[in-house]
C-alpha cells in the first residue's frame, strides 16, 4: 500500500474566504473527521487540533485574538481517518513540531491523546510519518524524527502525555497550591520517574491561557481539573515564578527548552543564587538533592555568603533550600536522596525536618519513565550495590532492556560507538577514578586502562550533546539529568568488592573529586555519596547499560548478576541440516547475485545462514549482507556483515538503505545494487508533491566518494529493498 495514497495535506490561506474552498471538500462538508495546523511564517508561531466540524472549528478560531494572526492553514484529511486517529495523529503533531523547534505552538499541553485503538501501530504511525514527510518539503517542519527523538526539545517538552500517577502528582501540587495550608510540596522520586517533565508541564499549565487548553483527554477528572486550573488562574492571573537547576550544565539546556515554547522564556530558568534578589508566587526547584550548603563551594563561597547576607540568615547554618522557602510564596521541590552525590549537598536531615513540618506535603513518583527496564531495573541496581543479591537471587533480564557486563574496556567502548551510530546518544560515563589533566593539555589522556587512552569530557555545558562527546567519557557532574539511548559505565579503581564480608568497599587514595571528598572523615557517608553516583549513571540508559569494572574483585562480583556480553568475533554460519529459517538463523545473501531474489528467500539452499546476536529476534523481515568498499566506512568498515530489515513502506529519508536501480554504478557493488544514505528533494504542485530527485549519499572519510543523484525520470526504477539496522 503506498502510504501517500492514504492522505492528502492541501494548504489554504487563513481567512474567512475559506469557508468557500471548504464547500468543494467532501471531508468538510460531511463531518468528517479531520486534523489541521494553522501556521504563520513571520512570527513562527503554530497550532495543532483536530476536529469533525471543521466550519463550526475554524470559524471559532477566526474570532480568536491568538489564533487570527496566523495566515496558513494545512488540512490533514483521509478516508481511513476516525476519531481516535485524529486525536492520536493531532498528539503526535503537537509534540513533535514542539520538538522540532521551529515553530513556537499555542496549544495548551492539556489533553494530549494516548490510547490505543485498532491498527494504530500497524497502519497509523506510518501514516504520520508520511504526513511528518509532507510537512517537511513544503517548510513547515524541519528535522526528520528519529533527530527529533533524541532532541532536548523533545525530550523536556510540555506536550508529554502524563500517566496516570502523574496526573494524581500533578492534582496534588495544584490543590496544595490553592490550600493556604501548605507552603511547601515535595515530590520525591527516584531517576527516570518524570519529575523534570512534570516541573515543565506545570509551568506550560500556568502560563497557557485556558482557551487554548483542550480537557477532552483528561479522563474521570476532568471536571475537577477544569475547575482547579481555573482556580488557579483566578488566584495566580500571571504568576511569578521560576524553575531553580542547581546544576548549572543542565539549567542551560532547560533554559533552551524554556526558549522554545509559547508563554515560557529562558529567564524563568534560574539558579539558587538568582533566589535572593526577589521573592516569588511559586519557586519550583529540580534536582533539588543538588542544592548546596557552605563547604566545598570554591569559588562559589563569595556570592553564597553575599546571599546570606541579603536574606538575613546565617551563612554557616543555612544551605540554599532555606534560601527557597524564605523566598516564596510557595515552593515545589522535587527531591530524590539517593542522587546528592557529594558533601556540598544540603543534607537529609534538612529535607527531613522540612517533611516533618505541618506547613509540608509530600507526594511520591514511583513509575520509571526512562529505563525500559522499568521499576525491576531500579530495584536490581539498588540490591546490586547494597549487596543484597545471592546465589538464589533471580539474574535481571529483559526483553525491552539490554543490562551486559563486559570483560574488555575495549569492546565496551566499540559497542558504545556501534550503538551510537545506530541510535544516537550512547556515551561513556565513569566514577570519578582518574584526575582531570587533559583540560590543561589536550594532548594528555586522563584514562588509560589496558590498552586504551581516553579523555574526560572536553566540555563541561551541555556535553551529551557536543560534538565529540562519543569519543570521550563524561561523568556524573556531566550526565545528571541528562537522557541517554546506551550508556557504558565504567566503574573505577576507588570501588571494589570484599568477598568475605560481601560488602563494596571504597578506596578514598583513588577517588579523585576534590570537592567531593574534602571535610568527608566517615568512610561511610563517602560510600553512600559514591553509591549514589553510581545508581544515578546506571539509571541514564533508555534501552540500555553496558558495564566495566577496572577492579577484578568487583568485576568478579559483577559477573555474578549482570549478564555477560557474549561477543561474536565474527559472525555464526549454521549448516544447513541446522537451519530452521527465520527461527534460528537469517540469510546472508550475496549482493551481486541476488538480482529479484530479495523477496523470495525462503529456501535454505538458496544462500547460507547466520545466527543474529540475542538482542535481536530472527524474523523474516531481517536479512544479511556483505558490505564491500570504503564509502561508507564512517559508519560500516570495509568487508562488515550488516544486518538489514525488508522496506516494508515509510519514510526512508536519513536513512541508510540497500537499494537496486538498473542506472547505478557503484564500485564498490558493480552494477544495480549500492548501500548510502538516503535523501529526498520534493517538489509541490498546487497542493500534490512529489520526489523531484533521489540523493544516495556516501557517508566515507574519503571525499573521493560523490553523491548518486537519480533525477525524476529516473524514480519509477528505484527499489528500496532494506534499510539498515547495525553491523552484525
Known amino acids: 500500500m503506498s502510504l501517500k495514497n492514504t492522505f492528502e495535506v492541501r494548504s489554504f490561506d487563513f481567512n474567512s474566504n475559506i469557508f468557500t474552498e471548504f464547500q468543494n471538500i467532501h471531508y468538510a462538508k460531511d463531518l468528517w473527521p479531520v486534523v489541521y495546523l494553522l501556521s504563520d511564517d513571520k512570527i513562527m508561531e503554530a497550532y495543532v487540533g483536530e476536529t469533525s466540524d471543521v466550519f463550526s472549528r475554524i470559524s471559532t478560531h477566526l474570532k480568536n485574538n491568538s489564533k487570527n494572526k496566523l495566515t496558513t492553514i494545512q488540512l490533514i484529511t483521509s478516508e481511513k481517518f476516525n476519531k481516535s486517529a485524529t486525536l492520536d495523529i493531532e498528539s503526535n503533531l503537537i509534540k513533535y513540531i514542539s520538538g522540532d523547534g521551529q515553530f513556537k505552538l499555542i496549544n495548551g499541553n492539556i489533553g494530549l491523546a494516548n490510547h490505543n485503538y485498532y491498527q494504530k501501530k500497524e497502519i497509523y504511525w506510518d501514516i504520520f510519518k508520511s504526513i511528518w514527510d509532507n510537512l517537511r518539503a513544503v517548510g513547515i517542519a524541519k528535522h526528520p524524527i528519529d533527530y527529533i527523538d533524541n532532541s532536548d526539545l523533545f525530550k523536556y517538552s510540555p506536550y508529554k502525555t502524563l500517566s496516570s500517577e502523574q496526573k494524581s502528582g500533578l492534582m496534588v501540587i495544584m490543590n496544595n497550591l490553592l490550600d493556604n495550608t501548605y507552603k511547601n510540596i515535595i515530590v520525591e522520586g527516584g531517576a527516570g520517574t518524570g519529575k523534570t517533565i512534570l516541573a515543565i508541564f506545570l509551568f506550560k499549565l500556568l502560563n497557557t491561557s485556558n482557551d487554548d487548553f483542550n480537557f477532552e483527554e483528561f479522563g474521570t477528572d476532568e471536571f475537577e481539573f477544569m475547575q482547579i486550573v ?168 529483559s526483553k525491552e532492556y539490554e543490562f551486559l557486563l563486559f570483560d574488555s574496556i575495549e569492546e565496551l567502548v566499540n559497542e558504545i560507538k556501534l550503538r551510537d551510530k545506530e541510535n544516537g546518544l550512547s556515551r561513556l560515563v565513569a566514577g570519578y577514578s582518574w584526575p582531570w589533566i587533559s583540560n590543561k593539555n589536550k594532548n594528555l589522556y586522563d584514562i588509560k586502562i589496558d590498552n586504551i587512552e581516553l579523555q574526560w569530557n572536553s566540555v563541561a555545558n551541555d556535553w551529551v550533546n557536543s560534538p565529540n562527546s562519543v569519543n570521550e567519557v563524561g561523568c ?240 519509477s526504477s528505484l527499489k528500496v529493498i532494506g534499510v539498515f539496522e547495525c553491523v552484525l
Open 230 to 397: 481555573h482556580d488557579l488562574k483566578e488566584k495566580y492571573p500571571s504568576p511569578k515564578m521560576a524553575l531553580v537547576v542547581p546544576m548549572s550544565s543542565f539549567r542551560n539546556t532547560l533554559k533552551k527548552v524554556f526558549k522554545n515554547i509559547k508563554g515560557l522564556n529562558a529567564n524563568m530558568v534560574i539558579g539558587p543564587a538568582e533566589v535572593s534578589n526577589t521573592t516569588y508566587d511559586i519557586l519550583v526547584v529540580d534536582e533539588s538533592h543538588r542544592l548546596r550548603r557552605r563547604i566545598n563551594l570554591g569559588a562559589y563561597y563569595g556570592a553564597f555568603d553575599i546571599a546570606c547576607a541579603k536574606l538575613g540568615l546565617d551563612k554557616m547554618s543555612c544551605s540554599e533550600l532555606d534560601w527557597i522557602v524564605k523566598q516564596s510564596e510557595s515552593c515545589v521541590l522535587f527531591y530524590d536522596e539517593n542522587q546528592s552525590i557529594k558533601p556540598s549537598d544540603t543534607k537529609k536531615e534538612d529535607f527531613d525536618k522540612l517533611k516533618a513540618s505541618p506547613f509540608t506535603k509530600i507526594e511520591h513518583l514511583k513509575s520509571q519513565f526512562r529505563v525500559r527496564g522499568g521499576n525491576d531495573y531500579v530495584q536490581y541496581i539498588d540490591d546490586l550495590l547494597n549487596c543484597r543479591l545471592d546465589s538464589t537471587s533471580k539474574i535481571f533480564t
Open 476 to 715: 556524573i557532574h556531566t550526565t545528571q539529568g541528562y537522557d541517554l539511548n546506551y550508556s557504558g559505565i565504567i566503574f573505577g579503581n576507588e570501588i571494589t568488592y570484599e568477598p568475605v564480608k560481601n560488602e563494596i568497599v571504597i578506596l578514598k587514595e583513588n577517588y579523585f573529586d576534590k570537592n567531593g571528598k574534602q571535610s568527608i572523615n566517615d568512610p561511610e557517608e563517602l560510600k553512600d555519596f559514591i553509591l549514589n553516583i553510581y545508581k544515578t549513571i546506571l539509571l541514564r540508559g533508555i534501552k540500555g547499560t553496558y558495564v566495566y569494572a577496572c577492579d577484578k574483585n568487583l568485576r568478579a562480583y559483577l559477573s555474578q548478576f549482570i549478564p555477560m556480553n557474549k561477543v561474536i568475533k565474527k559472525v555464526q554460519f549454521l549448516p544447513q541440516n541446522e537451519v530452521i529459517p527465520y527461527v534460528n538463523s537469517i540469510p546472508l545473501v550475496d549482493i551481486k547475485v541476488a538480482a529479484g531474489q530479495f523477496s523470495e528467500l525462503q529456501i535454505a539452499e538458496d544462500c547460507e545462514w547466520i545466527v543474529l546476536p540475542e538482542r535481536y529476534k530472527p524474523s523474516s523481515d531481517l536479512f544479511a549482507c556483505k558490505i564491500v568498499g570504503e564509502s561508507m566506512n564512517k559508519i560500516i568498515p570495509n568487508g562488515s556483515i550488516c544486518l538489514f530489515k525488508k522496506y516494508s513502506g515509510g519514510s526512508r529519508d536519513g536513512k541508510i538503505v540497500l537499494v537496486e536501480h538498473h542506472h547505478i554504478q557503484d564500485s564498490d557493488f558493480g552494477s544495480g545494487y549500492t548501500v548510502k544514505e538516503y535523501r529526498s528533494k520534493k517538489k509541490t504542485v498546487g497542493e500534490l508533491w512529489s520526489h523531484e530527485s533521489i540523493v544516495l549519499k556516501p557517508l566515507s572519510f574519503n571525499l573521493d566518494y560523490e553523491d548518486i543523484i537519480l533525477e525524476e525520470d529516473e524514480l
